[in-house]
C-alpha cells in the first residue's frame, strides 16, 4: 500500500513538474510558437524538424497539437501541413524520457532551489519564468525518485511481479495498458516516465516497456480529439489524422519488437 502512494505521489509531483515546466516555457515563447507555426509550415521538412525541437522544448505535444487545431479552425493553417508537425512531435515528445532517465541524484534539489530563487528573489518577468522552468525540473526528477523507489519494494510482492511479467510477455497488453494510462494521465511523457523508473526498478521487461510505450504513442491522441470535438469539421480532420498516424505507426513497429529489443539490449552490452 505504501509502495502504491508513493507511485502515486511521485506521478502526481511529476504531472506537477511537467505543467510547471511547461508553464514556464510557454510564458516565455509561448506568443512566439503561433508566429514560429505560420513561418515553417509551407515546408514539410521544415515543420517536421519545428515540431520535433517545439515538443521537446515545451515538453507538451498536447499543446502543440492544440495549438495547430485552433489555427486549422481559424482557417489559418491546413491539415496537410500539420500533418509534417504532427511527425516531428513523435520525436520531440521522446526528450522526456531521455531527460528523466540520466542519474542527476542530488542535483534534482539544486534545480529546485536555484527555481526558487529566481522565483523569490528575482522581481522581473521573465526571470520568473525561468525560476517556473528549473523548479519544474527538479520537481520532475523529484517525483521520478519516488516512482522508482517505491517500484522496487513493489515488484517484491507477487502479483504486482506476475502482472508486470505478463506485460512483459504480451505486447498486446503492453500497448493497451500504455493507451489507457495516458488516455487518464493526459501525458504520454507521465507514462513513458513512468515506464523508465520501471526500467531503473528491473520491474519490467524491454519488450513490455517497449509496448507500454507504444500504446502512450495512441493514448496521447485523446487530448487532440477533444479539443477538436466542438470545432469545425477540418479541425477534426486534424485530430483523426493524428489518430491514423499513430495508431499505423504502432501497427507498423508492433512486429518488429522482439528484434528491436534484441538489438537494445546487444547494444547495452558495448
Known sequence: MVGLVQILGGLALFLFGINMLSSGIEKLAGNQIQKWLDKVTNNRVKSAVFGSVATALVQSS????????????????????????MLGQEIGTT???QIVSFPVGDFRLIFIIAGLIFLEFFPKRDWKKFGEILM??????VGMG??????????????????????GKSTWLGVLAGTVLTAITQSSSAVSSLVVAMG??????LKGAIGIILGANIGTCITG???????????RQASIAQIII???GVMIFLPFITPFANLIQALQRY
Open 62 to 85: 498536447s499543446l502543440i497539437m492544440v495549438t495547430m487545431i485552433g489555427l486549422i479552425n481559424a482557417n489559418l493553417m491546413t491539415v496537410e501541413q500539420a500533418i509534417s508537425v
Open 95 to 97: 526528450m522526456t524520457a
Open 136 to 141: 519544474g525540473l527538479g520537481i520532475i526528477f
Open 146 to 167: 519516488y516512482m522508482s523507489s517505491a517500484l522496487d519494494s513493489l515488484i517484491e510482492i507477487t502479483w504486482v511481479a506476475n502482472a508486470l511479467l505478463l506485460l
Open 200 to 205: 531503473l526498478s528491473q520491474a519490467i521487461p
Open 225 to 235: 480529439l477533444i479539443a477538436s470535438l466542438k470545432l469545425s469539421p477540418t479541425a
Open 246 to 248: 499513430n495508431i499505423s
